[in-house]
């Protein structure tokens, strides 16, 4: 399999060149059926649009097809985190506080390994969440995370208003004063 940090480096550069920022990259499937993901966004509005993601995808090709890094065939996936994002990095943590999340770990914390509530934000590098079921506070390691992503909910559909280059924000507005 190949190595998902010096993926990430080849990928990131490019990304960046465009104005995006690398979300997540992972490389998953077997035989024929692999497929390499990439996530990325826009700083500013923590999406991209399919336009975004068609001229990413096309200067992605063309330099994974001169370098080569991955043995055999793969399909490549450009998109955007979507609005039940994976948290990949510890800022997202802090800047999706108020919202709901669930993180798995890869070592249990005093007997527990899968935490699911509120954000509550980030302490150095960990991370803070109130438990849904228990409403107690857990702190977990950034570190031991191996999986977190927000969970959907109606408060999130609201903080995460899709792009629109045909005027939706205005009819939203529109809406919201009627």
Avoid at 117 to 131: A, H, P, R, Y
Wanted: net charge negative.
């Amino acid at each position: 399999m190949a190595d998902i940090a010096a993926l990430t480096r080849l990928i990131e550069p490019e990304a960046t060149a465009l104005g995006f920022e690398l979300v997540r990259v992972r490389l998953f499937g077997k035989g024929d059926e692999r497929t390499l993901q990439v996530m990325a966004e826009r700083p500013d509005t923590r999406q991209l649009t399919i336009e975004d993601c068609a001229e990413l995808s096309r200067r992605l090709s063309d330099m994974l097809d001169e370098t080569d890094p991955i043995e055999d065939a793969y399909r490549l996936e450009v998109s955007s985190p979507g609005i039940d994002r994976p948290l990949t990095r510890l800022r997202d943590f802090a800047d999706w506080a108020g919202h709901e999340a669930r993180i798995v770990l890869d070592a249990p914390i005093d007997g527990q390994k899968q935490f699911k509530g509120e954000l509550s934000g980030v302490e150095g590098e960990t991370i803070v969440i109130v438990q849904q079921k228990s409403g107690t506070v857990a702190r977990v390691p950034f570190s031991g995370v191996v999986d977190a992503k927000l969970v959907l909910t109606d408060k999130l559909i609201k903080a995460t208003v899709p792009l629109s280059a045909e005027g939706a924000e205005e009819e939203i507005e529109a809406e919201e004063t009627n």
